[in-house]
């Protein structure tokens, strides 16, 4: 099952909105999770099931979607957000990751 | 707390084996299935392996099948990764992650800070 994000980068300022979008090559339900990246650090994961927010995730992100098309959006963005975001399709093997889309600071 | 330390990475020429070692702490692994998933320079990240929490079903990326092998000792507390046939294109940085439900195929809810691999001559 392929992923395709859209954008692969977007710049953005601190108090924007951003919403970034996921599409699969078939039908997952919603088996996907989204993850956080920063050069050198360990992924964080955010999003399981396409919209329930992790525990210690901020309430300023949020996921959507189901079946083949899904959105990760992040309201009033923060210094902390601008990294790379990643969606994973859980619902069969081999998993497979989205190609990234990185946030920057405009 | 929970914590997943690789280790084993390094510098290999092409063609040679390398083994990679994760040795968690903070949670039961016995419960929970593991994953490694790489990130090579400059790109995105891609899932290479995966297995169950009793070791009972393992996957692969299709660039790795039949060169990679995962494997786990639930008595160590560690997750394996034998690689061989290496090749430049393998070269990346390795992480291991956790499951985020027991006995049961979720997503990656815990990771590791991750080994260097570089295949050079």
């Known amino acids: 099952i392929q992923l395709t994000q859209s954008p692969s980068s977007l710049s953005a300022s601190v108090g924007d909105s951003v919403t970034i979008t996921c599409r699969a090559s078939?039908?997952?339900?919603?088996?996907l999770a989204w993850y956080q990246h920063k050069p050198g650090k360990a992924p964080k994961f955010l999003i399981y099931?396409?919209?329930t927010l992790q525990s210690t995730a901020p309430s300023r992100f949020s996921g959507s979607g189901s079946g083949t098309d899904f959105a990760l959006t992040i309201s009033n963005l923060q210094p902390e957000d601008f990294a790379t975001y990643y969606c994973?399709?859980?619902?069969?093997?081999?998993?497979?990751f989205g190609g990234g889309t990185k946030v920057e600071i405009k | 707390q929970v914590q997943l330390v690789e280790s084993g990475g390094g510098v290999v020429q092409p063609g040679r084996s390398l083994s990679l070692s994760c040795t968690v702490s903070?949670?039961?692994?016995?419960?929970?299935?593991m994953h490694w998933v790489r990130q090579a320079p400059g790109k995105g990240l891609e899932w290479v392996a995966g297995m169950a929490f009793d070791g009972g079903n393992e996957n692969y990326g299709d660039s790795v099948k039949g060169r990679f092998t995962i494997s786990r000792d639930n008595s160590k507390n560690t997750l394996y990764l034998q690689m061989r046939s290496l090749r430049s294109d393998d070269t990346a940085m390795y992480y291991c992650?956790?499951?985020?439900?027991?006995?049961?195929?979720?997503?990656?809810?815990?990771w590791g800070q991750g080994t260097l691999v570089i295949v050079s001559s």
């Open positions: 992650a956790k499951e985020g439900n027991a006995y049961s195929s979720s997503w990656l809810e815990s």
């Open positions: 903070g949670f039961s692994f016995s419960s929970y299935g």
């Open positions: 078939q039908g997952i339900r919603s088996f």
């Open positions: 994973q399709q859980l619902k069969s093997y081999p998993l497979t």
């Open positions: 099931a396409a919209s």
